[in-house]
């Protein structure tokens, strides 16, 4: 049995080719359980997108939420059908480890405290996927990843990116060197609506860069199918420097690849900016918006490219319960986002210090 995915828009042939092997290489085989998923945070990202992508998923649902804030319980019990059991606050999270109607945390919280949470997480014995950027440091990440290896659980980064057909063109144009080899990289993703925690260091681990930038890191990284080695990044002036006091508001930054291949990155918190384009010996591509969760649009040297806007979130989180459940591979693993983050402290670094950062 296949099963079917129907959570996207289906229109035309190739639409329909590129959901067939969406569906075959998450689904199949179809498993006979749902896993259960419980939301850590139920902030903007839980509510507006996570929770409502779970009634659409296949291989798991919604089963549970861990929040501090009372006042939202009543909602997402109603909403959402949650039995009081399976409802945690941060002081009592650790009792989930004997909820059986609970294997995967989702934490969806404020960059800075992904790293206690996944590994209380791990240590209750759940599976868990974690929020991009992974950690605020390749430390944190390092301890997140032994946390989970030692309770024998899965760990996933929320990369919903690597389930998005267009983003999966674009590897397969880039990797697959369609227009010959590349010769240019350029991701740049801004936005303006930024507040809250994001503009505080000590909760963010950053600006910009981590909230919105890793995002080009991951583009350039996919594009190419490569890994960067050497980093150089400047800092952009601060147009408000009482808000973004100990942040980057803005940051250009270059990763170059192996054979002298550039990807040139750019993020801010003033501008809005949502580009991945790549240039190659015979050809360019690109995505532009790139990294929305819907109306991505994809352009090549040879016309428009056609294809379906999914439910990003609802598939990463199929293929990651499909893995648990087939025994397969995590295909966005806690080792991609470590890696991000090792770029994401060089940046830093080169930021700083105006030096060429080696990664080598
Ligand atoms: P948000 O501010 O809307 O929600 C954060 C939640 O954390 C809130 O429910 C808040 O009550 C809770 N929280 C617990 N302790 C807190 C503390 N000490 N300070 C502040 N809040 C605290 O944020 P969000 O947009 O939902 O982002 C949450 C995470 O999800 C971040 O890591 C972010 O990078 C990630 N995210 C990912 C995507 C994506 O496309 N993959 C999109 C948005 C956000």
Partial sequence: MTGNINYEEKKGTDRETVLTELSQEILVPLPEKKLGVALVGLGEYS???????????????????????????????????????????????????????????????????????????ANAGKHIICEKPMGVS???????????????KMLSIGYRLHFEPHHRDVMKMGQGKVFGELVHVNAKHGSTDTKGWRLDKNLAGGGALMDLGIYCIQAARYTTGMEPVAIKATEGIKTKPGIFNNIEESLTWEMEFP??????????????????????????????????????????????????????????????????????????????GRADVKIIEAVYQAMKTGDRVSLE
């Fill in 138 to 152: 390749v430390r944190e990440c390092d301890d997140m990843i032994n946390a989970c290896k030692q309770a024998g």
């Fill in 47 to 121: 509510s507006g997108q996570l929770a409502p992508a779970l009634a659409d998923t296949k291989c798991c649902y919604l089963a549970g939420i861990v929040t501090g804030t009372e006042s939202k319980i009543a909602e997402w019990k109603v909403k959402y059908n949650i039995p009081d059991d399976n409802i945690y606050n941060y002081e009592n999270f650790e009792q989930v480890s004997t909820n059986d109607a609970i294997d995967i945390l989702y934490i969806v919280l404020p960059n800075a405290l992904h790293a206690e949470y996944v590994i209380r997480g």
């Fill in 259 to 336: 054979g002298g291949l550039i990807a040139n990155c750019e993020t801010s918190y003033s501008s809005e900016m949502n580009l991945l384009h790549a240039d190659a010996a015979h050809g360019w591509f690109e995505l532009s918006p790139a990294y929305a969760y819907e109306g991505i649009k994809g352009k090549t040297a040879t016309g428009f490219v056609d294809l379906p806007n999914v439910k990003q979130q609802a598939l990463q989180m199929d293929a990651f319960a499909h893995a648990i459940l087939t025994d397969g591979p995590v295909k966005v693993p806690g080792e991609m």
